[in-house]
Each structure stands twice: as structure tokens, then as C-alpha cells.
């Protein structure tokens, strides 16, 4: 099998990163909620308008604040969509909630709102809608179900950091989002993640969740004068050490999404007529949605087309990859409920695979890819 040359991800470099990150070794300052880690916030607050941002160890991790913060418990019952990463059910299935999975729309792959009233129930508690490939979910559907019934919206927007839905940034909508700073992510530290809380009430128990569940942020801001175990909570705070290497792709983040775009654009427009002659679907996003430009995907006619594509583009030392299980078809949920069938999360997750896309492609390398998608035939 031949080496893969060009990755399916790569983390942005830029130049100048590894100063800060050794501003913030030689600052003495290595744990969290230094000064990078608040520039980083403050960066977050201000760009998205969300109330607070709170750096965290992961996205995971930020959606297990969520958890604690709204106290879920057994009996509990939270909605997600099958086709999502694992954290975003397995965050609130810790807490021993019931997880009830909801199918996808065709079109964009996100959760499917007009599925979401039959699903809703006295003992619904949250609503997780996850930005698939950064395009906005329904969320003035979502959030008018969620509305009426005083069910808690937690937007997962680990794809769709800057993203907006009718020009509203996303992270705005539910009480609560969460950011993945992971390394496949478009702004990445390696491991990170934020929360960000969009009711003031929740900051200071946020803190303390994410701090051990003790105030010492109250006391290092001098608010109390000593600090001690207040609630559950957990070390979800990101060392600055990291909060340092996103600060600086944070900063460039228009040069960033700009280049993403760039590919992405260019990606559609060169192969549009080939999808179209082959039965492939590329990703469709619908007015009104400022995307992220964090995936480029093509749904191929069939499951067999689609590893045959992966087969072929590793044979020519090109990274293309497939995505998520569907959750409702795994090991752990099968073993442990049972789960009303989501026929399109089935369906795309056996016919979706994903073409490199980072900031650092260069044009050779995208020619490459799309003459070697060009020629395939399904
Ligand atoms: C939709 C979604 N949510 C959550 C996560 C978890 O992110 P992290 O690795 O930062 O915990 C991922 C990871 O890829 C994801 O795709």
C-alpha cells in the first residue's frame, strides 16, 4: 500500500506560533486561566457575542460541563442526532440520562427539526443540534420547540466555530455551545475545546464546575477569600500553554476561513459536473448560512462506490476518509436500549467520505486531488 502524501488533515502552521508558545513556557504561567487562555476567551466573547467563553480541555469536556451544570440525571432524557461524534451522547449518557436519537435531514445532514415533536416528552431536558461541516441546523425551528416546553438547547459547533445562521453567529442560539479545538478542527491546539454560556446566571457555576468544582477562579479574581469544594465538577481547564498555540490562528482567523473557502469553493466548482454525471451529491448548503468551510464531502452512489473511492485515492497517496457511525447502530446503545431506527444516518454513513481540506493544501496538491477524483468512476 502506497504512503499517504497527502493527509486527509493537516494542523494549521503559521509563522510565529512557536513564539507564544514560548511566551507562555517563559511566563512561569503554564496552567490554566492565564493570560492566553483569557485573551482566547475574551477573543471568543467578543467575535461570536456569546455572554462567556470558558477554554476547556476539549469539546467533551465542555459538553460534560453542560451535564453537571443542568444537574441531568437518571430518568433524564437528552436528543441528539445519530450522526455525530460519540462525545456528543456520551457526555450526557455519564450523567445516566436516556439518549434519544433523531434522525438527519437528507440535504445537510443535520438533525432533522421536523422529527424533534415526536421525540420531545415530559422528561426531555436538553437538545443537542450539532452544525454538521459548520452549516447551520434549523435553529429557528429548534429553538422554537425547545422554547415552548423549557427544554435547554446546547448547540455542539465543534465543526462550525464562526459560522452564522441568518447572519447570527452560531454558539448564540442555545444556553449553552461548545467549540472543539481538537487537531482536525479549522483552529486547533492539539487538544482543546471552549463552552460558551449565553446566560449570565450559569457563568460562576460554570467556573466552578470546570475548575474541580471548587471557586478558585473567584479567588484568584479576589472575590472571596478562600476557595473549597463547592459542587461536582471535574479539570476541564486548558493548560495556557495551549490556549497560547490557538491565540495565534484565533487571531488570523479570517485568513484561515478565507484559504479554507478558497479550497472549498474550488473544490465545488471543479466538480460539480462530475458528481453530476456520476450520481454523487456534493454538500448542500441552504440561504441564509454562512458556513465554516470545515468539510468537503461527497456522498457516493453506493457503499461499495464509496470504499472503493477510499481504496483507490490511498492507492495514489491521497488521504480521503469516511465519517461517523451512527450511534443508534453501536455496540454500546445496541447492548444497552433500544432505538427507534434513523434510516438517513444508516444510510450516509456508509456512502460519505471526505476529501483533504486544511489551511496548509497547496495548489499542487489540491490539482492532485481533483484529478484523481475526476477520473473515478463510481
Ligand atoms: C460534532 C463533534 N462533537 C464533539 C467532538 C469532540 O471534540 P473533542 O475532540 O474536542 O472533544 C467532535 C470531535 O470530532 C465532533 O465532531
Partial sequence: ??????????????????DLISEAVKSGQCAGNGPFG????????????CRRALMTTSCTHAL???????????????????????????AFALRGTTIRFCDIRSDTLNLDESLLESLVNEKTRLIVPVHYAGVACEMEAIMKIAGGTGIEVAEDNAHGLFASYQGEPLGTFGTFATQSFHETKNFSCGEGGALLLNREDLIERAEIVRD???DRSQFFRGEVDK????????????????????????????????????????YYSELKNWASASDVRLPFIPDGRQQSFH????????????????????????GAVFHYLPLHE???ISKKQYTDPCPVTSDISRRLVRLPIYYNLSVEEQEEVLGAVKIFEC
Fill in 295 to 318: 468539510m468537503f464531502y461527497l456522498i457516493m452512489p453506493s457503499e461499495d462506490a464509496r470504499n472503493r473511492f477510499i481504496d483507490v485515492m490511498r492507492g495514489k497517496g491521497i
Fill in 330 to 332: 453501536s455496540e454500546f
Fill in 64 to 90: 460534560e460541563t453542560v451535564g453537571l451544570l443542568l444537574d441531568l440525571k437518571p430518568g433524564d432524557e437528552v436528543i441528539v442526532p445519530s450522526y455525530t461524534f460519540v462525545s456528543t451522547a456520551n
Fill in 227 to 266: 476557595y473549597g469544594w463547592k459542587e461536582l465538577g471535574s479539570s476541564y481547564v486548558i493548560s495556557d500553554i495551549l490556549s497560547a498555540v490557538l491565540l495565534g490562528q484565533l487571531q488570523r482567523r479570517e485568513e484561515i476561513t478565507a484559504r479554507r473557502g478558497e479550497i472549498w469553493n474550488r
Fill in 38 to 49: 483569557k485573551r482566547c476567551e475574551t477573543f471568543l466573547e467578543e467575535v461570536i457575542g
Fill in 1 to 18: 500500500m502506497s504512503a499517504v502524501r497527502i493527509p486527509f488533515n493537516k494542523q494549521v502552521e503559521l509563522p510565529g506560533n512557536l
Fill in 212 to 214: 474541580k468544582g471548587t
